[in-house]
């Protein structure tokens, strides 16, 4: 115990004093055989704090000029959004004068340190050599953008899910079901994650056999293409006006909302930006769903939540989001498999494969994008730091001088 804490002491200094020299010793860790979670989240917490987006359609930059209008602007996108987090770091920051840089290291933090943290209650259980180790890793890594920490709401929430999930089944308390609560509160998307495991929890869920939930899969596979952007938009205008709840726009369930850019790229650039990793989530939950799916609690939740991607597949911002949160715990449980089982190899492998190249190929597509964004913002590479930091709170003004009350 005492060494953990003086690993972790050790770590931090380096971090205090630059960043990047932090990272080769973080590679050490996890090659012995360490939990190095913590260790993430303050890495990419400098990381994010010292980030600048320049691109004006990224939700970051959008985020941070709200602390250049007046309040009833932000108080108009707060009442539109109903998420608690952003509005009450935005205004936490605002009214102690801190710089709004704190807003993407927050979330950065809890993005990855729950990312890393999910990953890390399953590979405790197995035993992995320390290269294999490091793989893991950088496979759960590219399951997020180069620069996740610019996703203020969705992606915090989404990790913090994620961890839910697994920790309120692997470690078997209902208390974690409390931070799917959290994530809620972070972004209102997590609402029906939670609501399907508090149903499976319960055991609503957990009592259909397992040959049939995986027909239903394949069933819903089909199924989804017939459900139109229209009859769905129907029925959220119908459910609003009577009861005023959900308030979601045609444009937003439709996808013309959120990547809307898709239009703007050639026929290349849709393949790579759209159907390559539509087409690629789709073959991953269905390799999943009918050769990996067990009789547990965590497969019972894939499993829905690949139905319900399914079924709205039509709806682009819907089926990204969701996918996303699906993809991150079929590649923590197929890690799993593949290493605690010598039948699902093959096929836990070959998902493993199609997930790297679109990671990888995902890591290519942020470095060509964001490159003048990562490069601007951490050229002075001696800066970044939590020392960087202490000094940028304490002696500048930058990020905070124009804060209109």
């Keep these: 115990m ?6 972790n002491f050790f770590y931090l200094l380096i971090i205090f004093f630059n960043n990047f020299l932090a990272i080769p010793f973080l590679i050490v860790d996890i090659l012995k055989k360490r939990n190095v979670a913590i260790n993430f989240g303050v890495l990419f917490f400098v990381f994010g704090y010292f980030y600048r987006p320049l691109n004006e359609k990224t939700d970051l930059f959008r985020y941070y000029e709200l602390f250049n209008q007046n309040k009833v602007i932000r108080e108009a996108l707060f009442n539109y959004q109903k998420d608690i987090y952003a509005e009450y770091m935005i205004n936490f920051l605002i009214k102690n004068n801190l710089p709004k840089y704190f807003l993407a290291a927050i979330s950065a933090f809890i993005t990855y340190y729950f990312l890393f943290k999910t990953l890390e209650l399953i590979i405790t259980r197995i035993k992995l050599k320390g290269v294999y ?14 620069i996740g920490y610019t996703g203020i709401r969705f992606y915090p929430a989404m990790s913090l899910m994620a961890y839910s999930i697994i920790a309120t089944y692997k470690l078997r308390k209902k208390v974690y079901i409390l931070l799917a ?49 229209r009859l769905l938009s129907e029925i959220a205008t119908i459910i609003n006006q009577n009861i005023n709840l959900i308030k979601i726009s045609e444009s937003y369930i439709s996808g013309r909302w959120g990547i809307e850019f898709i239009s703007h790229y050639n026929i290349i650039g849709k393949i790579v930006k759209y159907y390559f990793p539509f087409w690629t989530f789709i073959i991953i939950f269905l390799l999943y769903g009918i050769f990996l799916l067990e009789k547990n609690k965590i497969d019972y939740f894939i499993a829905y939540i690949i139905m319900f991607c399914f079924m709205l597949q039509n709806f682009q911002t819907i089926f990204f989001r969701y996918s996303r949160l699906t993809i991150l715990l079929i590649i923590t ?9 010598k039948k699902y190899k093959m096929i836990g492998n070959i998902i493993v494969l199609i997930f ?28 970044i730091s939590l020392f960087g930091i202490f000094k940028d709170v304490l002696f500048n003004m930058e990020g905070r001088c124009n804060y209109l009350l």
């Design 2 to 7: 005492k060494i953990r804490y003086y690993k």
């Design 133 to 146: 180790r490091v793989i893991c890793y950088i496979i759960t890594y590219l399951s997020f953008s180069i």
């Design 181 to 229: 609560l959290l994530a809620t509160m972070i972004h209102s998307s997590m609402v029906v994650p939670l609501v399907l495991l508090v149903l499976i929890e319960l055991k609503f869920l957990y009592r259909v056999n397992i040959k049939i939930m995986k027909l239903f899969i394949l069933i819903s596979s089909v199924l989804g293409k017939l459900i139109s952007v």
């Design 333 to 341: 449980l197929t890690i799993y498999k593949i290493f605690n089982g």
């Design 356 to 383: 790297l190249l679109w990671g990888v190929l995902n890591l290519m597509i942020d470095l060509k994008d964001y490159h003048l964004d990562i490069y601007y913002s951490y050229i002075k590479v001696f800066k």
